[in-house]
């Protein structure tokens, strides 16, 4: 089965909008949860070009790196530090607009300028978040939060 996806011109949301519906046929049919996080991030990364886009998921007591799009990243992230440990600790979306105000961030990469990060839910447990950097400051607002939302929600 071809499993071309259509890249959206236009503006963020009429990306998003393109997007969710081609997302939801990937995720229709497959109940493996590592296959569906893998593809999301694939199908983030080729209509967006973000620098970064990947899930870091809940082991113990930690984050560990699992599906991503971008280049190698840190393993393994504690909660309550960073971006991500953060946004799972306290269990919300984070919008960083400057990496480097935000107070323990983890510099995975010194490219890195802006971030958002949420969490991520399977059969109401959060089992994770997802993370997208940016290259560019101020990348990610509320579109972002509302889509991504929409998108991870798939998963629950
Ligand atoms: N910047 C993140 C760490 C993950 S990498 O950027 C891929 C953070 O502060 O949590």
């Known amino acids: 089965m071809a499993e071309d996806l259509i890249i959206a011109t236009g503006n963020k949301e009429e990306k998003y909008?393109?997007?969710l519906p081609q997302i939801k046929g990937l995720l229709e049919g497959e109940k493996n949860l590592f296959a569906n996080l893998a593809n999301i991030t694939a199908a983030l990364k080729e209509q967006f070009n973000f620098f970064w886009v990947g899930f870091?998921?809940?082991d113990e007591n930690e984050l560990v790196l699992g599906p991503f799009q971008g280049p190698v990243a840190c393993t393994?992230?504690?909660k309550g530090r960073g971006v991500c440990g953060t946004s799972w600790e306290k269990n919300e979306t984070i919008i960083v607009p400057d990496v480097e105000?935000?107070?323990g961030h983890i510099a995975c990469s010194s490219l890195s300028k802006s971030e958002i990060v949420l969490p991520v839910y399977h059969?109401?447990?959060c089992i994770g978040v997802l993370d997208i950097?940016?290259?560019s400051y101020n990348s990610f607002d509320s579109i972002d939060a509302t889509?991504?939302?929409t998108i991870l929600d798939l998963l629950n």
């Open 123 to 125: 059969t109401n447990n």
């Open 147 to 149: 889509y991504l939302r």
């Open 76 to 78: 393994r992230i504690k």
């Open 133 to 135: 950097d940016s290259d």
């Open 101 to 103: 105000t935000f107070p």
């Open 17 to 19: 909008k393109n997007l």
């Open 56 to 58: 870091y998921l809940v």
